[in-house]
């Protein structure tokens, strides 16, 4: 279900949705648990098995991520949407984009493709704010 005042969910419908696609631009560099730690806790000294533990390392982290709908460790995102988010007094008053996990550490860029073609850059601070403390 979405959040409420997101604009999306109860209320609206799928004209009034923007399009979202969502897609990892930049994997984790590491997992939040080592090989070796995993392997101590498991008293496993040999290294038979070190690549299925290793996937078993970032199936779990996935897991509880997909689980809490929060990201573990660090990691870069892309969402692209078909459109800005309709202002809707009922629904979505300041014209909200929230991102479908909780806080996020830093927002890159917002960009956008005008009617011409070009890609545009918004400014933080000018143009938009961020909210890096609130799920």
């Known amino acids: 279900m979405a959040p409420p005042g997101s604009g999306y969910g109860q209320g609206s419908s799928l004209r009034d949705d923007p399009v979202r696609r969502l897609a990892i631009s930049t994997p984790p560099a590491e997992e939040p648990v080592t090989l070796a730690e ?48 309709a202002v809707e007094r009922e629904f979505n008053p300041h014209a909200m984009i929230r ?30 704010l961020t909210d890096l403390t609130s799920d």
């Open 38 to 85: 995993a392997k101590s806790h498991l008293e496993i000294t040999f290294t038979d098995h070190d690549t299925k533990i290793t996937g078993w390392i970032v199936s779990a982290r996935q897991w509880a991520e997909d689980f809490t709908h929060r990201k573990i460790v660090s990691q870069t995102w892309t969402l692209k949407l078909d459109r800005f988010p």
């Open 99 to 128: 991102l479908p996990f909780g806080k996020c550490s830093a927002v890159n860029s917002v960009q956008y493709t005008d009617t011409d073609g070009a890609t545009q850059s918004l400014v933080a601070s000018t143009d938009y």
